[in-house]
């Protein structure tokens, strides 16, 4: 439920579905206020600008300095400075990258995690075929509670997850340690595999807003009703232009859904430069 005491504040309409998008941004950006208040624990910042900001997208990971310099900067609407691009990825790059994701994932549900891995979805540039190369993979990861939140049995299973990373020797910071049974997850899902952006999928199908892109995914793991029932809980009302389904044993593609926006794009645009080849 939006906070009424921020929607007064700045004087949007208290129902959010009469919101423009500018009441939208400005709502965020008040919120985003919340995770700069040092009273607050680093978990609960973190959660907040998870939930608020449209560039921060791993806040964990970052120092306290930097995480209020990147703040500060988008809540006053400084444009951030453009880092080095990474190495880009190959189509042969991709597919090692995919295929040994898929792997992980398997290998994680057979780990004493507090989540299993349920489906997973590939979005972004490299799914919408716009760019001979990337420079990283976005990835969407369902992750799913072994126990039921707030019970006893969840408890101690996060308890047990800290502990083990206690006992393997691990310093965590705060911010870290109260987050540490979902980080250790994307973690290992990520192991030494630089070219993936990991995020999980219920914030993107929930809580992402669309932006100026045609937004399309291909599933490598799940259920594909079970995945658009996430999105029609959609936030901002996000919606697939184009959803299609990868054989994690041949690699071949297969269409459930397409409205032609993405062949329009490519059209408009004089066609892309990396094929669509029928697999990924």
Same mark, same amino acid.
């Given at each position: 439920?939006?906070?009424?005491?921020?929607?007064?504040?700045?004087?949007? *309409?208290?129902? *959010?579905?009469?919101?423009?998008?500018?009441?939208?941004?400005?709502?965020?950006?008040?919120?985003?206020?919340?995770?700069?208040?040092?009273?607050?624990?680093?978990?609960?910042?973190?959660?907040?600008?998870?939930?608020?900001?449209?560039?921060?997208?791993?806040?964990?990971?970052?120092?306290?300095?930097?995480?209020?310099?990147?703040?500060?900067?988008?809540?006053?609407?400084?444009?951030?400075?453009?880092?080095?691009?990474?190495?880009?990825?190959?189509?042969?790059?991709?597919?090692?990258?995919?295929?040994?994701?898929?792997?992980?994932?398997?290998?994680?549900?057979?780990? *004493?995690?507090?989540?299993?891995?349920?489906?997973?979805?590939?979005?972004?540039?490299?799914?919408?075929?716009?760019?001979?190369?990337?420079?990283?993979?976005?990835?969407?990861?369902?992750?799913?509670?072994?126990? *039921?939140?707030?019970?006893?049995?969840?408890?101690?299973?996060?308890?047990?997850?800290?502990?083990?990373?206690?006992?393997?020797?691990?310093?965590?910071?705060?911010?870290?340690?109260?987050?540490?049974?979902?980080?250790?997850?994307?973690?290992?899902?990520?192991?030494?595999?630089?070219?993936?952006?990991?995020?999980?999928?219920?914030?993107?199908?929930?809580?992402?807003?669309?932006?100026?892109?045609?937004?399309?995914?291909?599933?490598?793991?799940?259920?594909?009703?079970?995945?658009?029932?996430?999105?029609?809980?959609?936030?901002?009302?996000?919606?697939?232009?184009?959803?299609?389904?990868?054989?994690?044993?041949?690699?071949?593609?297969?269409?459930?859904?397409?409205?032609?926006?993405?062949?329009?794009?490519?059209?408009?645009?004089?066609?892309?430069?990396?094929?669509?080849?029928?697999?990924?």
């Amino acid at each position: 439920m939006p906070n009424m005491d921020i929607i007064h504040t700045i004087g949007i *309409p208290e129902d *959010p579905s009469n919101w423009t998008e500018a009441n939208r941004d400005a709502y965020h950006l008040e919120c985003l206020k919340g995770a700069l208040d040092l009273r607050k624990p680093r978990h609960i910042r973190d959660a907040i600008v998870c939930m608020n900001s449209s560039r921060i997208r791993k806040p964990d990971v970052l120092s306290e300095d930097v995480l209020r310099k990147r703040l500060e900067d988008e809540i006053d609407g400084i444009e951030p400075v453009k880092a080095k691009k990474n190495a880009r990825i190959t189509q042969k790059g991709g597919l090692e990258i995919l295929t040994k994701l898929l792997d992980r994932a398997e290998e994680a549900n057979k780990e *004493p995690f507090a989540f299993s891995v349920g489906a997973i979805i590939l979005f972004g540039s490299w799914d919408r075929n716009d760019k001979p190369h990337a420079g990283d993979i976005d990835i969407a990861v369902e992750l799913i509670a072994k126990e *039921p939140a707030g019970s006893d049995a969840w408890s101690a299973l996060i308890k047990s997850r800290r502990q083990a990373a206690s006992t393997a020797g691990r310093s965590l910071p705060d911010h870290l340690w109260y987050a540490w049974h979902i980080v250790e997850v994307f973690r290992f899902l990520q192991w030494r595999s630089k070219g993936i952006s990991l995020l999980s999928l219920d914030q993107i199908s929930e809580s992402m807003p669309p932006n100026e892109k045609p937004f399309s995914y291909t599933i490598l793991r799940g259920d594909a009703q079970e995945i658009a029932r996430k999105f029609e809980h959609s936030e901002f009302g996000l919606k697939a232009c184009r959803i299609r389904r990868r054989d994690p044993k041949t690699g071949e593609i297969t269409t459930l859904f397409d409205d032609g926006t993405l062949t329009e794009s490519a059209s408009g645009q004089g066609g892309v430069e990396r094929a669509d080849c029928g697999c990924i």
